[in-house]
């Protein structure tokens, strides 16, 4: 595995000094917390404390939405006359929330008044033609759609046609032409004046209860805030205080079904914010929805049934484990099939039995885990149509792309960042190679990488818990509001260690200038081995305040890091294994042709193995991902050619070694006297009989007496003949200090020193000082 920084960091430019000094005195607050205000484009002392505490001044008066008074005056007469009016809501969390504030509203004044989730897999999103022909055909007289309707033309045209009226409330992206509906409520409709365009469909519905209670209805604003967050639309202007709002009310709701959901989550409502209902409320939402029909949500949110309600909250817990299984199932399907692909700028993958509820997850999943737009098919053997979700990085439009290429989908949405499609299967193919090449000439003028925006680079010394006070005051975070990513450079990890039940998670700390700062890596566990060196890292993510056992203090919860070393992780062993050949994705390298025949079979075919016998093979070696060292070289200058022009890529160090010389050391000068005066007293040694005896004679190691006959060998010091050792009694004289095979020795003490018996810390540095 290759460690690298997955994203573009985007460092947000410099504020006026002068002008946050000002701000810092006026505000009494630190001139770090003004300065996260400036880059909010909050410029004044009235601004940044307007902004910090919303009040109901933030709320726009909803008569300034387009067709408001007309939607109102019908709903008014629909009730006065006892129509049947149908609500058509919405399968994700913004659309079954969006449908609960409508439906309680319109309960709590009277209206004749039943609500409709559509199916995700049996009637699709938006106005669905026979479910609206059902609705009309059993005497409904007014249809009022929540977070869809603005692209539902077929359907909507068909029953106005046949006398019911519809009233669409929607926020989505606005068609070229609307649709014929007796109305059309969108905060960004054409013909509008609404002050801000980008309520959610919850939000959207919030709004007509308002107009149609003449005031803001408080008890409701639990559910906006649920459909805001959930929707990821803008956390500012009007949103930021349905949220703030919302919040509140939510920490004292008596609403059974979202206490019963609480409880079933074992979540606490006096902590809850907008993280909470971000990563653990929507989920369960969503769910089921993504399984299969998401009405038991509406009821959950509106009844009074206790008991009515813990049935439900159970099902959404259940169906969320559920969806989690499944999401990590196909996760790990796509990314086997990614190791079997070509590298590629952008990833299509395809498979039969993948569900399609859940392929947009799994998409975003392949993006983080590459840095890569991902495309995600289910294949219908059926059908032999591929259907799924796609989703991007800044850098890449996805719906532009998919656009230029219309003609090779049967349906086809979405925008910039993510997409929906359906397709011919004999299309994939066409489709990879198009989006590829979009992508490839993208990369001749930009680089091809995620961003991310990251406030300012900071100091550990100035993050402490008044300063992660005041950051919250700029609570809730969302879209546009984003929560403050530092930048920590060149910093020391220290006791990093995997967590988890599956040690998929990363527990560190770091250290800047003698200042420690406890971090949290999600899904960065299997780095916590490339972080057991000194090596310095550069780390960017958001800062918390972490409580155990009454104490508080800074706590980073990890976006992104980058190794400003080459990354070396420790595998050594003095015993070589099949199970060390089995990585994947890496190259394992040998220098010793013995264990290169030996071993390089048991290597996976997921990875190569490559011999490095000279300095000419070390110098052409060109990394292209990952590898390792498999055994001890014969000199450092061999390490030095192989390691020194590829240092973008990881380096796994194992080094085995069966040879004892570090261990045993140089034999001593009177060793080698002992040996050579027995010599010239005693010929024709057989070698192969006697040579465990003669060791044990002269209380030497075997390997020291093998070798020191070896230097005399080299040296003529003595002649092998027939298996007989003798001395050449004519030999010249010579240093046996100068023979190759000492030298040798020497040498391999040497290595074997720095390599294999010295520390981790010490390992690390002599590969990094290799020059």
């Given amino acids: 595995m290759t460690f690298k920084q997955s994203k573009k960091w985007i460092i947000n430019s410099k504020n006026d000094s002068e002008k946050i000094q000002e701000l810092s005195e006026q505000l009494n607050h630190s001139p770090f917390f003004i300065n996260l205000c400036l880059n909010r484009g909050l410029e004044t002392k009235e601004e940044i404390l307007r902004f910090i505490s919303p009040d109901e001044s933030w709320f726009h008066d909803p008569f300034l939405l387009h067709d408001m008074q007309k939607t109102v005056d019908r709903i008014a007469e629909a009730i006065e006359s006892g129509e049947k009016i149908m609500i058509y809501g919405d399968y994700d969390a913004d659309g079954v929330t969006s449908t609960a504030i409508l ?98 469909g919850a939000g959207v519905a919030l709004k007509l209860a308002t107009a149609l209670l003449g005031d803001l209805p408080i008890e409701l604003l639990d559910l906006a805030a649920i459909g805001t967050i959930a929707d990821l639309v803008s956390l500012t202007d009007e949103n930021r205080a349905i949220v703030d709002f919302g919040l509140k009310a939510l920490k004292q709701t008596q609403r059974v079904g979202v206490l019963s959901l609480f409880n079933a989550l074992s979540l606490s409502l006096k902590e809850i914010d907008e993280t909470t209902i971000g990563f653990k409320i929507a989920p369960p939402i969503n769910a089921i929805g993504r399984l299969g029909d998401a009405t038991p949500v509406v009821e959950l949110l509106t009844t009074f049934d206790e008991e009515k309600a813990q049935e439900i909250a159970t099902l959404l817990d259940a169906k969320n484990k559920e969806r989690k299984e499944i999401v990590s199932k196909i996760s790990g399907e796509a990314l086997e099939l990614l190791k079997e692909q070509e590298a590629s700028s952008i990833y299509v993958l395809a498979k039969e039995g993948w569900h399609e509820g859940v392929l947009g997850i799994v998409a975003s999943r392949i993006v983080n885990e590459t840095g890569k737009p991902a495309v995600i098919l289910n294949i219908n053997p059926s059908t032999q149509e591929a259907k799924g979700s796609a989703r991007s990085i800044k850098a890449f439009n996805l719906y532009e792309s998919g656009n230029k290429v219309r003609a090779l989908f049967k349906h086809f949405g979405g925008h910039q960042m993510a997409a929906g499609m359906t397709l011919p299967v004999d299309n994939i193919q066409a489709l990879k190679q198009s989006l590829n090449e979009e992508a490839e000439k993208l990369q001749e003028t930009t680089e091809f990488m995620d961003e991310l925006a990251v406030e300012e680079e900071s100091k550990i010394k100035d993050i402490s818990v008044d300063t992660i006070k005041e950051i919250e005051l700029l609570k809730p975070f969302g879209t546009d509001n984003p929560k403050p990513v530092f930048l920590f450079s060149e910093v020391t990890p220290l006791d990093a260690r995997a967590i988890g039940a599956d040690r998929t998670h990363l527990k560190l700390k770091v250290d800047q200038e003698g200042t ?181 004679y002269l209380k030497m190691d075997k390997t020291i007496l093998k070798f020191i006959i070896r230097v005399f060998l080299e040296a003529g010091f003595v002649t092998i003949e027939g298996g007989l050792l003798s001395v050449n009694s004519e030999a010249s004289k010579m240093a046996i200090e100068e023979t190759k095979v000492y030298k040798q020795r020497l040498e391999n003490i040497a290595v074997e020193e720095t390599v294999v018996y010295s520390s981790f810390k010490e390992l690390t540095e002599a590969l990094k000082n290799l020059k």
């Fill in 103 to 200: 439906y309680e509203t319109l309960e709590s004044i009277g209206a004749n008044v039943e609500y409709f989730i559509p199916d995700r897999f049996v009637d699709g999103y938006g106005p669905n033609l026979q479910a609206f022909t059902y609705f009309q055909e059993n005497g409904t007289q007014l249809i009022i759609t929540v977070d869809n309707g603005v692209a539902g033309h077929e359907a909507i045209q068909k029953v106005q046609e046949n006398g019911v009226d519809v009233i669409v409330t929607d926020h989505h992206e606005i068609p070229d032409t609307l649709p014929a509906a007796f109305a059309v409520v969108h905060p960004n409709h054409p013909g509008g004046t609404y002050p801000f365009s980008d309520l959610s």
């Fill in 516 to 696: 420690p700062l406890d971090v949290i890596a999600f899904n960065y566990g299997s780095i916590a081995d490339a972080l057991k060196s000194d090596t310095p890292i550069s780390v960017v993510g958001t800062v918390e305040i972490n409580e155990w056992n009454g104490n508080k203090k800074p706590q980073m919860q990890l976006t992104d890091m980058k190794f400003l070393n080459q990354v070396i992780i420790d595998k050594r062993t003095t015993d070589l294994k099949k199970s060390d050949l089995l990585m994947e994705g890496v190259t394992y390298l040998f220098y010793d042709k013995q264990n290169f025949t030996k071993y390089s079979p048991f290597v996976t075919d997921k990875s190569d193995s490559l011999l490095i016998a000279t300095t000419e093979d070390a110098l052409n070696f060109d990394a292209q991902r990952a590898y390792v060292i498999v055994d001890c070289p014969e000199s450092m200058e061999l390490v030095k050619n192989t390691v020194l022009h590829n240092e973008e890529q990881t380096l796994y160090c194992i080094f085995y070694t069966k040879s004892k010389d570090y261990l045993l050391g140089m034999p001593s000068r009177e060793q080698f006297a002992r040996l050579y005066k027995f010599l010239a007293k005693h010929k024709n040694i057989d070698l192969k009989e006697k040579g465990a005896l003669l060791a044990d």
